[in-house]
């Protein structure tokens, strides 16, 4: 982390209401919000205190009623859906609690998945999913279906999908939320490992102290508005 | 190449529901081009009707006869070559069940008029020269078993009395669509019964065949024909073969038409039950699209997946339908071979069939598609768990 660089993620006057029936909800009001480059931070909040919805909007899969949210140089409330989903399949890699696998593609095809909207070869999209399910330690289960796997493997083969395109920010929601005691512990060394060794900045929503512990900084959420610790 | 495999693998995700429905196709499929076939059928006599043929009836219905003494005149019109005749004559041969075409012709010039009837050279002469001798057509004869030598019987109903004949030929159809499941008689047999049991009714005949020069005599020779009568006793009206057959065919216009209707009817259900069972596929994997999108897949990719899985269930159970058409026109070919002179499926109704399927697996992936690539990712995301 390079406190002297530019935050890699800035957030100016945030706010996100939803509407449920005639009512509007507010879920953010006024987030302003900075990340530093290699930070990794972990959002954390009572349930329905807008966290999942902060982690939504900073990765580009919802948007935002006012404010802007910076990734790098890139404004990304200003882009359509269309070139949003351009943007992220460049620049954000996604860990989701339930690991989000398609259980009929091998943990191979599942990792190669977003390199198919790249141009690079074939070959080239083996060479990059192979290291990848190396550094999570599963490249010996890349034949492997979903079904045939743990929750903690699953999580990592999940893991390796969002890096393999080697974005600049990985946002986890809840990653552990699903996983044993020992899996979590698992999966949150993985995360860390990816901050220090290959210098992602990693967004989390957790719930769970014992995973917010590895993070750099914890900020949180209630009614909407945030505070740090 | 990745989408294919994609879709593959989706379509064996469940594997009972997706037989069921490619069944399902398969059936309706099958259903539509049999009936396709049918209602084809119906309308092949006319449509492989002579253009140098016509046919001269009473004006006013077909019931009514016309003297025998036209034939002279009307062989006398310019641009016609030769000339028929013969009468209708519905005789029953055993039961009212056991129903085919029976009537009286003038052998000669009826068969040199129709030369899709072949008839071996020696039968053919055989029946010229026996005044009670008939021909029966192959699939008529093979049905009753009836052999060259045996008498036939026919109970007369328009000519009263019990009618026997003696086979003298059995003639082929040149092409597999010819009917080949009538008998025929002399015209002159039946004429001299009546003289001698109703005499009024002797030397009339219920129709005469026109053989013309050129096809495009045709309507200039019916309307000459016609204008010989005007005024007379028994007016004519004389059109092409295939506008006389198609006076039969409209009389069973309204069963045709509902048997089209229900053929599409057919089509139409399937087709709910395949968007039915495409959308609650898609409705399951609501989550996977929005995992999809959130990668970065785009609304047109998931659009390929789903409709990609919706067009293969269909056209794999279009494929199967349209294979099976085959063996089971055969069977009904067979089974029902008195009511149909051949069920030929034709080209046009497996391209039908195809088409049908087609549209069947494009409709039915339109509302899930819609619904995969408009769910917001968010909305889908939180469908799992």
């Known amino acids: 982390m390079d406190a002297a660089a530019p935050p890699i993620v800035v957030i100016r006057n945030l706010t996100k209401s939803y509407r449920r029936g005639s009512q509007s909800i507010q879920v953010l009001s006024g987030i302003n919000f900075d990340i530093a480059r290699g930070e990794f931070v972990a959002l954390m909040g009572p349930s329905g205190s807008g966290k999942s919805t902060l982690l939504n909007l900073i990765a580009g899969i919802d948007s935002a009623d006012e404010g802007s949210i910076r990734i790098g140089e890139q404004e990304i409330t200003r882009l359509s859906e269309r070139e949003l989903a351009h943007w992220r399949a460049g620049h954000v890699g996604f860990i989701f609690q339930f690991y989000n696998l398609i259980p009929v593609l091998t943990a191979y095809e599942n990792v190669e998945l977003p390199l198919l909207l790249t141009t690079l070869k074939r070959r080239e999209r083996r060479e990059h999913v192979e290291a990848v399910l190396s550094v999570v330690g599963l490249a010996d289960r890349m034949d492997h279906y979903p079904s045939q796997l743990s929750g903690g493997q699953q999580q990592r083969v999940a893991i390796a999908r969002a890096i393999v395109t080697d974005p600049e920010i990985l946002v986890a929601d809840e990653p552990t939320g699903d996983l044993d005691r020992v899996s979590a512990e698992e999966i949150l060394q993985l995360m860390d490992r990816l901050v220090r060794e290959f210098k992602k900045t990693v967004i989390m929503v957790t719930h769970d102290p014992r995973a917010a512990e590895k993070a750099h900084v914890i900020r949180h959420l209630e009614k909407g508005e945030l505070s740090v610790t | ?385």
Not at chain 2, 76 to 93: A, Q
Not at chain 2, 122 to 127: A, G, L, P, T, V
Not at chain 2, 193 to 199: F, I, Q
Not at chain 2, 215 to 233: G, W
């Open chain 2, 1 to 385: 190449m990745f989408m294919i495999k994609y879709v593959l693998r989706n379509l064996f995700r469940h594997k009972l529901r997706s037989i069921l429905t490619v069944v399902g196709v398969a059936v309706a499929v099958l259903a539509f081009g049999l009936l396709r076939t049918l209602v084809g059928l119906w309308y092949s006599g006319a449509e492989h009707a002579s253009a140098t043929r016509l046919v001269t009836r009473n004006a006013i219905s077909l019931i009514f006869p016309l003297p025998v003494s036209y034939l002279e005149r009307i062989r006398g019109v310019p641009g016609v070559d030769s000339v028929s005749y013969g009468n209708w004559f519905g005789g029953i041969y055993i039961d009212e069940k056991h129903f085919f075409a029976n009537y009286a012709i003038e052998p000669k010039t009826y068969l040199d008029l129709y030369p899709e009837f072949v008839l071996p050279a020696k039968e053919r002469n055989d029946f010229f020269l026996d005044r009670k001798g008939c021909i029966a057509g192959a699939r008529l004869a093979k049905l009753y078993g009836w052999k060259v030598g045996d008498l036939i019987t026919l109970k007369g109903t328009i000519f009263p009395g019990q009618w026997e004949f003696v086979l003298r030929g059995v003639f082929h159809g040149a092409e597999k669509s010819t009917d080949d499941r009538a008998l025929m008689f002399h015209w002159s047999y039946l004429n001299e019964s009546m003289r001698k049991s109703a005499p009024r009714r002797a030397d009339q005949v219920g129709f005469y065949v026109i053989g013309v020069k050129k096809p495009e005599l045709a309507p200039e020779v019916a309307l000459k024909v016609d204008a010989l009568f005007k005024n007379s006793l028994a007016e004519t009206l004389t059109e092409t073969e295939r506008a006389f057959q198609m006076g039969f065919v409209s009389m069973t216009e309204a069963i045709m038409v509902a048997i089209q209707i229900v053929s599409y009817m057919v089509i139409a259900i399937i087709m709910v039950v395949a968007a039915n069972t495409m959308a609650m596929t898609a409705r399951e994997r609501i989550g996977e699209y929005a995992t999809l999108k959130t990668l970065g897949f785009k609304s047109g990719h998931l659009g390929g997946l789903i409709f990609g899985e919706s067009v293969s269930i269909s056209l794999l159970g279009g494929a199967i339908g349209a294979l099976a058409t085959f063996p089971a026109a055969a069977w009904i070919e067979t089974a029902l071979a008195q009511y149909f002179p051949s069920f030929s499926v034709s080209v046009e109704t497996i391209l039908l069939e195809l088409l049908a399927a087609l549209v069947v697996g494009v409709v039915s992936g339109i509302f899930p598609t819609w619904r995969g690539s408009t769910i917001r990712i968010a909305d889908g995301l939180r469908r799992i768990g």
